[in-house]
């Protein structure tokens, strides 16, 4: 039985923050528990709600593109995430790319301001007995709710390994060795400093890459990776050239000093409105900190670079969405505790985002009295909500925001297309679906 109307939101990240936004704002009374800055995780630097401690991108501002498509949809509800992303984004070409310190502040004062929303300090053990809960602690859910969670789902693998990528101080790099410029000059501003090698260059990097001696993990964990965040050691360990298929693509970026393409590029990101500190697109990394800065030197670019932060390897927590989530994202064993964000095995800022809206909406339902209604799946937001309670537990693994989460099967007329009309056609049917969807639910 509830206790209350009130809902407990454990974790101011994106999820937390998204869900806290959406349910004030109608009219919830809402207690955000944050544990940091009282305690720290592995990653976070600041008790500010909505940190972003990895990339500073959420992804791709292109409406016919999978995470453009969620975007719609998200802006459609009315995102809180993506109203802030829009007054402190930084150029990132195609990107939508923030100033992550404007950024956590303006969401922040947001929430902290909303007569609706109370915060509480400290860390939370267990969800409050007889209160409707969203956990939405992300990947680096501290211990002590992690072995709630264990007990609560009857598991014991909640989790994968992640890596950060280093950030560069911009007066150090050289720039009369990089360029400005977006890959095959999309967007509408040039964003990056492309860091060119010559194959020499390549492969001497690779060499010392392979030879840096990296974190190793823990004795009694094995090493498991989501594959769009591994660190660049182990994708250079699947081959000499495996990189300059991935992060160090030179494809599409002219060097203007040559005219030609590089044998490898390393692509920089601006950290903040004022350019004054970059990040390295890709380059996460388990490389252990005294080895970081010999290995990245030996970019020609970088070569006197000094690190605003080096890149690390942390623990993520995750759940097996499809064995222990019910369709609105509580929990099998605990119905009045819902899960949101990167702990469902969604990755990414954006689907975790997007997560904690799902969250809010289903919880919002409960509240109301209303029967659970999901966006259906040929809308972005169920085809990601059909990832995490719908995918076949063997198999589950977390996953971004893609094409391969829709089912063209659930769409009018499509299966016929080509790779670009079937997006156009996809992403016009998916928003059409949705605002349907919306209309009726809201």
């Known amino acids: 039985m509830l206790h209350s109307k009130k809902v407990h939101i454990v974790g101011s990240g994106l999820a937390g923050s998204e869900a806290a936004y959406y349910l004030a704002s109608r009219g919830v009374k809402v207690v955000l528990h944050e544990m940091r800055p009282e305690r720290l995780t592995e990653a976070h630097k600041t008790g500010q709600c909505a940190e972003l401690v990895c990339s500073n991108s959420l992804k791709s501002k292109d409406p016919l593109s999978a995470p453009g498509m969620l975007k719609n949809e998200m802006m459609r509800v009315g995102s809180l995430i993506l109203d802030t992303a829009a007054v402190s984004e930084v150029p990132g070409g195609q990107a939508l790319a923030v100033d992550r310190e404007i950024f956590a502040d303006k969401v922040t004062h947001t929430l902290r301001t909303h007569p609706n929303i109370t915060f509480q300090a400290g860390e939370v053990e267990a969800p409050p007995a007889g209160e409707l809960t969203l956990i939405a602690t992300g990947?680096?859910?501290?211990?002590?709710?992690?072995?709630w969670l264990e007990r609560a789902t009857a598991t014991d693998d909640l989790y994968f390994y992640d890596a950060i990528a280093p950030i560069i101080d911009a007066n150090t790099i050289d720039m009369e060795s990089a360029f400005l410029a977006n890959r095959y000059d999309k967007g509408e501003e040039e964003a990056y400093l492309n860091c060119p090698m010559n194959e020499e260059e390549y492969h001497r990097f690779i060499d010392a890459l392979m030879a840096a001696e990296k974190v190793p993990p823990k004795a009694f964990e094995k090493e498991k990776f989501f594959a769009g965040c591994q660190p660049i050691e182990a994708i250079a360990a699947s081959g000499r050239e495996s990189l300059r298929f991935g992060p160090m693509k030179p494809v599409g970026l002219t060097n203007p000093k040559t005219g030609r393409w590089a044998h490898a590029i390393v692509q920089l990101r601006p950290e903040n409105r004022a350019r004054t500190?970059?990040?390295?697109?890709?380059f996460q990394t388990k490389l252990k900190y005294g080895e970081q800065a010999k290995v990245f030197r030996q970019i020609p670019a970088l070569k006197n670079a000094e690190f605003l932060r080096l890149g690390s390897i942390h623990r993520n927590t995750f759940v097996c969405g499809p064995k222990v989530l019910r369709n609105d994202l509580s929990l099998k064993g605990s119905p009045w505790v819902y899960l949101g964000g990167q702990i469902t095995g969604v990755e990414g800022y954006l689907e975790s985002a997007a997560c904690g809206m799902l969250a809010a909406i289903f919880i919002e339902q409960r509240l109301n009295g209303k029967p659970h209604e999901a966006p259906p799946a040929n809308t972005a937001l169920g085809a990601l909500l059909r990832h995490i309670t719908g995918s076949e537990v063997k198999n589950y693994q977390p996953a971004n925001m893609h094409f391969g989460l829709f089912?063209?099967?659930l769409?009018?007329?499509?299966?016929?297309?080509?790779?670009?009309p079937l997006r156009q056609a996809l992403a016009q049917q998916a928003s059409q679906n949705f605002n349907q969807w919306w209309s009726a639910a809201k």
């Open 411 to 420: 769409f009018e007329n499509c299966l016929a297309l080509k790779k670009e």
């Open 139 to 147: 990947p680096l859910t501290s211990q002590k709710l992690t072995d």
């Open 407 to 409: 089912d063209s099967h």
């Open 277 to 282: 500190a970059y990040n390295l697109v890709g």
